[in-house]
C-alpha cells in the first residue's frame, strides 16, 4: 500500500503557508478512508499537493519556525533633537518593543540607543 503513495506523492516546492484539507484522507484502493495521506493546499500558488502524513508534519514545524521568526510589526520612532527642537523618523521592523528609557528602547531582544541629547518622542506600531 505504501509502495503506491511513494509514486503519488510530491515533495512541497514553496515556501508560503500551506493549509491541511480536511476529510481528504485517500487510501490505495479509494474505498475507505485512511490516516496515511492527506491533501494540502497553497493558496497563494493555488496548488493541491498529495502528501504523507509525516510530510505534513515536516511541513507545520517549519511554518511554526518561519512564523516565529518573521516580524510582524513595523515600529516607528520619532527622535526630538532636545537642543535643536529637530525630528527624525526611524522605522524598525520586529515582533516586541520596549522602551527603557527616554532615549532607548528594545526591539526583539536588540537594544538601540539614540544620542545624548536625543530622546523617544513617540512609538507606533503597525501591523505588516
Given at each position: 500500500?505504501?509502495?503506491?503513495?511513494?509514486?503519488?506523492?510530491?515533495?512541497?516546492?514553496?515556501?508560503?503557508?500551506?493549509?491541511?484539507?480536511?476529510?481528504?484522507?485517500?487510501?490505495a484502493?479509494?474505498?475507505?478512508?485512511?490516516?496515511?495521506a492527506?491533501?494540502?493546499?497553497?493558496?497563494?500558488?493555488?496548488?493541491?499537493?498529495?502528501?504523507?502524513?509525516?510530510?505534513w508534519?515536516?511541513?507545520?514545524?517549519?511554518?511554526?519556525?518561519?512564523?516565529?521568526?518573521?516580524?510582524?510589526?513595523?515600529?516607528?520612532?520619532?527622535?526630538?533633537?532636545?537642543?535643536?527642537?529637530?525630528?527624525?523618523?526611524?522605522?524598525?521592523?520586529?515582533?516586541?518593543?520596549?522602551?527603557?528609557?527616554?532615549?532607548?528602547?528594545?526591539?526583539?531582544?536588540?537594544?538601540?540607543?539614540?544620542?545624548?541629547?536625543?530622546?523617544?518622542?513617540?512609538?507606533?506600531?503597525?501591523?505588516?
Amino acid at each position: 500500500m505504501f509502495s503506491l503513495f511513494k509514486k503519488k506523492v510530491d515533495k512541497v516546492v514553496c515556501s508560503h503557508k500551506w493549509h491541511h484539507l480536511q476529510d481528504t484522507y485517500i487510501s490505495a484502493n479509494h474505498m475507505c478512508d485512511v490516516d496515511d495521506a492527506c491533501y494540502i493546499f497553497c493558496s497563494k500558488c493555488e496548488m493541491q499537493k498529495l502528501v504523507i502524513d509525516s510530510e505534513w508534519e515536516r511541513i507545520k514545524k517549519m511554518q511554526e519556525i518561519i512564523d516565529d521568526e518573521k516580524p510582524r510589526y513595523k515600529f516607528v520612532l520619532k527622535i526630538t533633537d532636545s537642543k535643536t527642537g529637530n525630528g527624525s523618523i526611524v522605522i524598525v521592523k520586529g515582533n516586541d518593543i520596549k522602551k527603557v528609557n527616554k532615549s532607548t528602547v528594545i526591539i526583539d531582544e536588540v537594544e538601540m540607543a539614540f544620542g545624548v541629547f536625543e530622546y523617544i518622542a513617540e512609538i507606533n506600531a503597525y501591523s505588516i
